[in-house]
């Protein structure tokens, strides 16, 4: 099987424009390579299922690729709500400098209890300075919160965990398994996926990239939140082209009509920490029987493997672990942590993740077996870390009215207007059906099953 192993070479596919994001670390370069893999898996599966005579040609534009691993939407008289948590950011403390994540409650109530504190910027930043960072953060992650120590990259790969992500492949590939695909007339060259229901159970960010990104090419996506689940600062950005419903796993009515989706969903991407989907009763065994002819693809923070196996985590955290954070400060030359301009660990891992979908469905039309994929953003990060700067040219830093469509898009939120897409395949090219909209908005049901 010829699954997707690696990004494709750079002979595959042909780049258009220049530039970089300021960096310690090849981030446009990722950029146009974890896009172009996408590209390549595409030109993969329509030649798989018969829809081209000949491999389509995959063209990147790369200064698209680079603003596409930042905000996509540009909202026309309105302002998105922050991304941030007053509480969340970088502290120094009594040895070093820790990451703490406080953007949903129960992890803001974590950090509080561990600091002994209220939520007060200055309170915290007193607490955090007294506390050594091992142990602060030892002490959060233990009351179900999220924090991340900064480590230098040395120390991360010297690290139990460090060791174990260098081990783990980039992307995991389970199985196999046999598989019967559900044939799709709508189908054509100019698009692929029209037809292909994707359940996505993913959330910020990397794995609603991943759905933004088949949705681009005719996917129809059913986003699953439990009730009253939101994300104020990213929804507009990556719910494009998708239909987003709420439904609480942890009830047996809710249970029962997720694996009604399920069992009528071609791909099946998640986010969950191994055991997670366990614990809902959505075991593998489960799985297989409800949906056996299933794409399956999933990803967690720190791999699959190691101590940290099961942490939850975050882009910014990995940064942090991972010893992207460190670096930058050198290369900044400055006393704080300077992460990525952009949460690129996500951005790539989700396009991974959309091109391991589409590399799984040719090699199920070719073979009718599949293989799941499994991804992290702690591997990513090792992938980043291994990449040489290649760009040249003017820095990237902000979109210019021309990269934005002229079409404007009435999102759930109010008008505004999207990025202009990076990637054609062949006659291909993105678009999508469904403006942005948002979570819970819609009935939990396939639309094109129920219209």
Known sequence: MSLLAALPSADTYEVEGTGARPSAFAVSELATASIAAVGQELARLAEALGLVDKSPHVKINHRLASLWFGYSFKPDGWDMPSLWDPIAGD?????????LHTNLPHHRA????????????TLVTEA?????????????????????????????????QGRAVARDPLIGWQGPRGITLRDRPQATAARPLEGLRVLDLTRVLAGPVSTRTLAGFGAEVLRIDPPEWDEPGVIPDISLGKTCAYLDLKTPSGLSKFKKLLAQADVFVHGYRPGALDAL???????DAVAPNRVEVTLDAYGWQGPWAARRGFDSLVQMSAGIAAAGREWAKTEKPTPLPVQALD???????AAAVLSALAEAAAHNAVMDARLSLARTAELLASLAKT???EDITTAKDSDYSK????SGWGPGHRLKPALTVGGAEMRWSLPASKTGSSNAAWPSLNP
């Not at 502290?91 to 990451?99: H, L, S, V």
């Not at 300075?129 to 790969?157: F, H, K, Y």
């Open 407 to 410: 079409t404007p898009e009435a």
């Open 391 to 393: 760009s040249t040219g």
């Open 110 to 121: 974590a950090a509080l209890k561990v600091l002994g504190t209220t939520a007060d910027k």
């Open 128 to 160: 955090v300075r007294e506390c050594p960072i091992s142990d602060l953060e030892t002490a959060i992650v233990a009351e179900g919160g999220v924090a991340a120590a900064m480590r230098s990259r040395a120390e991360w790969q010297d690290h139990p």
């Open 91 to 99: 502290y120094p403390a009594a040895d070093g400098w820790i990451r």
């Open 347 to 353: 951005h790539a891992t989700g396009y991974l993740m």
């Open 281 to 287: 009763g959505l075991t593998k065994t489960e799985r």
